[in-house]
């Protein structure tokens, strides 16, 4: 049950969010008047962003929270998308960047954290294919699919809408968090991890 409730999460912000990548060409050379160097330099914020995020992943002490973390991440990084999408400031654009990319790595490493730590021993395997599945196998077609509705509707009113999909995302998961901690607690009393 708690895999049916994250992987689609991961999948979503795979295919919603990190699309981002592929429009900030567009970003740098038409909103900031840039070339190599501005798109190294807004790459770069949001990369900076995702090594923040994952040394805040890695500071913590237990899994447990770890779904409320994961769903405010991802609010978050929607968020910090759908600004960036409509900034035309260039300071305002790299602290959206650094929280979209902190955001994304929180939330697909949060759910990768409790899908291994949850899952048995003899469905681990199984477990990495489907959470791989639904992070590097979106985020080529989300590219794709970000490409082609840019060319019709705009990269930004694409992003923002990326970013719209991921707030939502974030507020289902949120309201499904009470029965996620009921399917999770016992699993985690098993393995020692709460009493």
């Known amino acids: 049950m708690p895999a049916r409730i994250?992987?689609?999460?991961?999948?979503?912000?795979?295919f919603m969010a990190t699309p981002y990548?592929?429009?900030?060409?567009?970003?740098?050379?038409?909103?900031?008047?840039?070339?190599?160097?501005?798109?190294?330099?807004l790459m770069g914020a949001a990369g900076?962003?995702?090594?923040?995020?994952?040394?805040?992943?890695?500071?913590?002490?237990?899994?447990r929270g770890l779904a409320r973390w994961i769903a405010a991440a991802c609010f978050c990084a929607g968020a910090a998308l759908a600004a960036f999408a409509y900034s035309t400031h260039l300071a305002l654009s790299v602290a959206m960047l650094m929280i979209a990319g902190a955001g994304?790595?929180?939330?697909?490493?949060?759910?990768s954290t409790i899908i291994l730590t949850i899952a048995d021993e003899r469905m681990r395997?199984?477990?990495?294919?489907?959470?791989?599945?639904a992070f590097l196998g979106m985020y080529p077609l989300g590219g794709l699919a970000a490409g082609a509705l840019a060319s019709w509707i705009g990269a930004m009113h694409t992003l923002?809408?990326?970013?719209?999909?991921?707030?939502?995302?974030a507020l289902w998961l949120w309201a499904?968090?009470?029965?996620?901690r009921g399917h999770l607690r016992p699993?985690?009393?098993?393995?020692g991890i709460a009493q």
Do not use: D
């Not at 699993?187 to 393995?191: D, E, F, H, K, M």
């Open 48 to 63: 900076l962003g995702g090594v923040c995020g994952i040394l805040l992943l890695a500071s913590r002490r237990e899994v």
């Open 21 to 41: 990548q592929a429009l900030m060409p567009i970003f740098a050379a038409e909103v900031f008047a840039g070339g190599a160097e501005m798109l190294g330099f």
């Open 104 to 111: 994304i790595v929180i939330t697909v490493n949060g759910v």
């Open 6 to 14: 994250l992987l689609p999460v991961v999948a979503l912000v795979s």
């Open 176 to 180: 499904r968090l009470p029965g996620l």
């Open 187 to 191: 699993i985690y009393v098993r393995l």
């Open 125 to 133: 395997g199984r477990m990495s294919g489907y959470y791989t599945m």
């Open 160 to 169: 923002a809408l990326g970013g719209a999909c991921c707030i939502a995302c």
